[in-house]
């Protein structure tokens, strides 16, 4: 009797260990193109990842087939920018790694772009990329210019990209065709004027283009404004009318946000720190009024950039949006994070669309044509 009961207190904890494990199973409902998983490494250089992969997508989408285009010469372009920028704000600029997506597109109009094969951008004995000396570098020549009030010469710039980024090909044959980077940005038929930055916040009014005060939009570009309701509705009929869009965000220290489960929840529930999921996470709710709250209180921060390729749900019906990211595929999964409808909400600061998937309504509010 003795033995029959100690065997099914065992069974019961048994249970009891097996039920505190939850598994969150997604269902995709809609999904569009994308090119396959990079890794930015030891780079911070998310936003180029992220904008590369949907401008990746949008060749796709274009019937222009699938490319893998060089991250490397777009920043190493935006680097050149910055660092010009930094001296004429006598070193109060931004000469970090990030930025966000419309300097992406900034550098593709104005220097073209490359293949990956073509320009891969590591020139050093790694099989990743790892920015951690040219940054040091970047740092160190930019605050000498400025002590020195001399402009960095250009032989010595171009010689440092070229050490650790390798030197641009003036002309490259790819799939059979001679290129320079700008005649093979224009075989390619993007129009950088289809590109537009939204973003959703009560300090500036909307239906305008606003300043958006984050550390990484450091040449202070402006993009659309618009209240909470009409920025959601753009995210989804762009996915559901076969575009993508590039995503940027916060993903730091939110307990919701965990990696090693490719998922991300607004929540107060510390997901992050579980080795396996113990519960189902109690979601936050999310109004125009707590986003801002968050953005002022500064909790909520710039810190990442993904591309958002579809729309999922959970076995609950909840809504997800599944994003590409750039860390390969050591760190998350298959590459890909869920992130659910209320984070994206909460925690986005402004998204890079297409400006034909948007709305029409909400187009002609923005004047846009």
């Known amino acids: 009797m003795k033995k029959t009961l100690l065997t099914t207190l065992a069974l019961l904890c048994m249970g009891t260990a097996v039920s505190a494990q939850y598994k969150y199973e997604f269902t995709v409902v809609k999904e569009n193109p994308a090119t396959p998983v990079k890794n930015q490494a030891k780079t911070g250089t998310c936003w180029c990842f992220a904008t590369n992969s949907f401008i990746e997508s949008e060749l796709i989408r274009m019937g222009?087939?699938?490319?893998?285009?060089?991250?490397?010469?777009?920043?190493?372009?935006?680097?050149?920018?910055?660092?010009?920028?930094?001296?004429?704000?006598?070193?109060?600029?931004?000469?970090?790694?990030?930025?966000?997506s419309h300097m992406y597109i900034n550098a593709m109009a104005e220097h073209g772009l490359m293949?990956?094969?073509?320009?891969?951008?590591?020139?050093?004995?790694?099989?990743?990329?790892?920015?951690?000396?040219?940054?040091?570098?970047?740092?160190?020549?930019?605050?000498?210019?400025?002590?020195?009030?001399?402009?960095?010469?250009?032989?010595m710039l171009e010689g440092l990209f070229d050490f650790y980024l390798g030197e641009v090909p003036e002309k490259f044959t790819y799939r059979g065709k001679e290129y320079t980077a700008k005649s093979f940005f224009k075989s390619l038929g993007i129009n950088p004027?289809?590109?537009?930055?939204?973003?959703?916040?009560?300090?500036?009014?909307?239906?305008?283009?606003?300043?958006?005060?984050?550390?990484?939009?450091?040449?202070?570009?402006?993009?659309?404004?618009?209240?909470?309701?009409?920025?959601?509705?753009?995210?989804?009929?762009?996915?559901?009318?076969?575009?993508?869009?590039?995503?940027?965000?916060?993903?730091s220290n939110e307990p919701g946000y965990a990696m090693q489960h490719s998922i991300a929840v607004h929540t107060k529930d510390n997901i992050k720190g579980m080795k396996e999921i113990e519960y189902r996470a109690t979601e936050l709710p999310v109004t125009q009024e707590s986003?801002?709250?968050?953005?002022?209180?500064?909790?909520?921060?710039?810190?990442?950039?993904?591309?958002?390729?579809?729309?999922?749900?959970d076995q609950e019906g909840v809504k997800y949006y599944k994003t590409k990211n750039s860390w390969g595929f050591t760190r998350n999964a298959d590459g890909y994070h869920y992130i659910s409808e209320n984070y994206i909400k909460a925690k986005t600061m402004y998204i890079l669309v297409n400006k034909n998937s948007i709305p029409k309504a909400i187009r002609t509010k923005l004047g846009i044509k």
Not at 77 to 99: E, F, H, T, V
Not at 148 to 154: E, G, L, S
Not at 297 to 308: K, N, P, Q, S, Y
Request: charged residues 25%; contains cysteine; negative net charge.
């Open 64 to 100: 222009k087939g699938e490319h893998d285009l060089s991250e490397m010469f777009i920043v190493r372009q935006n680097y050149m920018k910055r660092i010009a920028d930094n001296y004429l704000r006598l070193g109060k600029g931004n000469i970090n790694p990030g930025s966000i």
């Open 115 to 155: 293949p990956d094969e073509v320009y891969d951008g590591i020139n050093y004995d790694s099989p990743t990329h790892n920015h951690d000396d040219l940054s040091g570098w970047v740092k160190t020549l930019s605050e000498k210019s400025v002590e020195m009030k001399k402009r960095i010469p250009a032989p």
């Open 193 to 251: 004027a289809d590109y537009v930055e939204i973003t959703s916040f009560t300090h500036h009014p909307f239906y305008q283009q606003v300043p958006l005060e984050i550390p990484d939009n450091w040449d202070h570009q402006l993009m659309y404004n618009v209240p909470l309701d009409d920025f959601m509705a753009i995210i989804d009929n762009a996915i559901n009318t076969g575009y993508t869009v590039c995503w940027g965000g916060d993903l």
């Open 291 to 313: 986003r801002q709250k968050d953005f002022e209180a500064f909790i909520t921060v710039d810190d990442h950039l993904e591309h958002i390729t579809g729309i999922a749900k």
